[in-house]
């Protein structure tokens, strides 16, 4: 499972680097390995802030009884104290790690003796909160069978309606010595729970299973419900509190986990410790696992367009190369014919080269390019032709080796590409005014391949279109990845999303770009499209709209038809068409057949535009 990795025997030597640099609360002194004083009960260990005010001290006999086994990835088991204090703040519960496989059971009543911790999912780098733990245990068992604390119910009414506070502005933006207030916000509610035994009753399936055996689910049925039975994340400030992510511990050879799909329910009593972990923070790791109860979801297919009607359309296709299975090929050829209506233009991201990921230097697609077109004639689409231009290798980011690209695939039968000069991966495509109208010098080019916007990630690639005689400009981007940023239940609140940075660089390149295009003609169509990498409300979208040069066509939906994806339970919006101000009218589709599904051909939903020029 992604989510359990081993954890480094050097935990002592991490607490002590994170507590001489500030990061976790304490003094470095602690770190030494010192003895704690006295009787140490496991609410003591976990104290009320996020980290322990004992890290860093060795504790002995700390007594619990075992409420879950953890025999893969990150070993170890955790305890329980039974008789629990009148704090709220602080958790009864603690991993004790063991690095090998425990042999203790659930309900086992021990004593611990051990190194107190923190271990930090990720690294410290990660912005990923810590886990406290006993380390390097020596474990006493005092008698089995016994009866488990009983589990702490997570439900609408425990869970916060604030998801975190603010950041300590003196610990750069940390709340990790901040005091806990379960009350009031949602992730020091989870915190004080960290360790525990807890359940959750029946549930929505909010992010369907993926390939490392995890789901989400929400415990608030009424928490920003999209159309479809999902959760929309709408702002920065609607992080969805009712979110949980839900693993088992029986590892999966011996008990497959659930496939399950946005809008399922988990049915029944879900229970088990509640960890942390990297790549989704808060997760009940299941003991006892629900039943999943399938819903109706059903992948979604878009209106076919009229005549007069240009449909443009852009799909991620998730690292497509000739070396893929066939039935990848003929999944996603079957989705552009029969979900998308075989659009007139098809803006695709991510074509590998004809070798993909094999890194040899070849930049061509003309073999990966070739094999969709044939997989999407022979699923009964038109005969697609199509316009790119070849990266540099190596120079566009991606998975080593790939070479990713943006492509052009377009009906020839309903749609003609205006041939100008090809550009080539580093020259730029400019704007020239001919007979009163917008022409670009090069079709297909690049647009402003030398800015260092684009170092070591996508290039935006433009294409001039004639459609019943109007001439319409089709911009196919990929921005940068989110790649770095932190999550949101990172110990910095708000989180450091340092991906924007590039991305908004990116945006104001392709919105100069438009704007050339529209002081040569200010009624030229301009679509601009493509995995944009970040929502509609983000300052990425508002410079790519900047001076009214576009508008985020994705708004003209209801806000719970707005996304493209979903992460970590969180239905959100990454790919985009955005229209210049000469296209008024439009009807526009994000096509929900991938992101709320655990079978996928790709982690994304295509977009459709239909508009008459």
Do not use: C
Request: charged share 20%; proline share 6%; net charge negative.
């Amino acid at each position: 499972m992604r989510s359990s990795h081993p954890r480094s025997a050097a935990v002592a030597a991490l607490v002590a680097t994170a507590l001489a640099t500030g990061l976790l609360a304490g003094s470095a002194g602690a770190a030494e390995g010192s003895a704690a004083e006295g009787p140490v009960r496991v609410h003591d260990i976990q104290g009320t802030t996020r980290i322990s005010p004992l890290a860093g001290q060795q504790v002995t006999d700390v007594e619990g009884i075992v409420t879950g086994v953890r025999t893969y990835g990150s070993r170890g088991f955790w305890i329980q104290d039974p008789d629990a204090d009148d704090n709220e703040a602080t958790s009864e519960g603690v991993f004790v790690f063991t690095n090998s496989v425990p042999t203790v059971a659930v309900g086992d009543a021990v004593k611990v003796s051990g190194l107190v911790g923190e271990y930090i999912p990720g690294g410290t780098g990660s912005g990923n909160q810590s886990v406290t733990q006993i380390s390097k245990p020596v474990v006493t068992v005092v008698s089995s069978g016994n009866a488990l604390p009983e589990a702490t119910a997570i439900n609408e009414y425990s869970v916060p309606a604030e998801y975190a506070p603010a950041g300590d502005p003196a610990a750069a933006g940390s709340i990790n010595g901040l005091a806990l207030e379960p009350s009031r916000y949602a992730l020091d509610y989870y915190e004080s729970l960290e360790g525990m035994n807890v359940k959750i009753g029946t549930s929505r399936v909010v992010g369907a299973t993926d390939p490392y055996s995890e789901l989400w689910v929400s415990v608030k049925g009424w928490e920003n419900p999209t159309k479809r039975g999902g959760t929309l994340y709408g702002s920065y400030e609607s992080q969805n509190t009712g979110r949980l992510q839900i693993q088992q511990l029986a590892p999966i050879a011996q008990q497959p986990f659930p496939v399950a799909n946005v809008g399922d329910k988990l049915t029944g009593t879900t229970e088990g410790p509640l960890d942390f972990n990297q790549f989704g923070g808060y997760t009940l790791v299941a003991r006892t696992l629900g039943t999943v109860k399938a819903g109706t979801l059903a992948p979604e297919k878009t209106k076919a367009q009229a005549d007069h009607e240009l449909a443009v359309a852009t799909y991620n296709v998730e690292n497509l190369d000739p070396t893929d299975p066939q039935e990848k090929f003929d999944a996603l050829a079957k989705a552009v014919v029969e979900n998308l209506a075989s659009p007139d233009v098809l803006a695709l991201e991510e074509i590998q080269d004809d070798n993909g990921a094999k890194n040899d230097g070849t930049v061509s697609a003309e073999q990966t390019l070739t094999k969709f077109a044939a997989a999407i004639a022979a699923a009964g689409g038109p005969a697609y032709q199509w316009r790119t231009v070849n990266p540099e290798d190596k120079k566009d980011g991606g998975e080593p080796g790939g070479n990713i690209r943006q492509v052009f695939l377009f009906n020839p039968a309903r749609v003609s590409f205006t041939e100008r000069a090809p550009g080539d991966a580093v020259t730029a495509t400019g704007v020239v005014k001919e007979n009163g109208k917008a022409a670009l010098t090069h079709s297909p080019g690049r647009v402003d391949p030398a800015n260092p916007a684009w170092a070591d990630s996508r290039k935006p690639l433009a294409g001039e279109f004639a459609f019943r005689g109007k001439t319409v400009f089709v911009i196919a981007n990929h921005f940068g990845s989110k790649g770095g940023d932190e999550g949101l239940t990172s110990h910095h609140q708000p989180p450091v999303r340092s991906s924007e940075a590039k991305r908004l660089l990116q945006a104001q390149a392709v919105n100069g770009f438009v704007k050339e295009i529209l002081a040569a003609d200010k009624n030229a169509n301009v679509l601009v499209l493509g995995d944009i990498n970040d929502f509609e409300f983000s300052a990425t979208t508002d410079a790519l709209a900047d001076g009214g040069a576009l508008y985020p066509a994705i708004k003209s939906l209801p806000k719970a038809e707005r996304y493209s994806y979903v992460f970590q339970g969180n239905a959100q919006v990454l790919d985009q068409i955005l229209t210049s101000p000469a296209i008024k009218k439009f009807t526009y589709d994000s096509v929900h057949i991938n992101a709320e599904f655990a079978a996928q051909n790709s982690d994304h939903d295509p977009q459709v535009l239909r508009f008459k020029p």
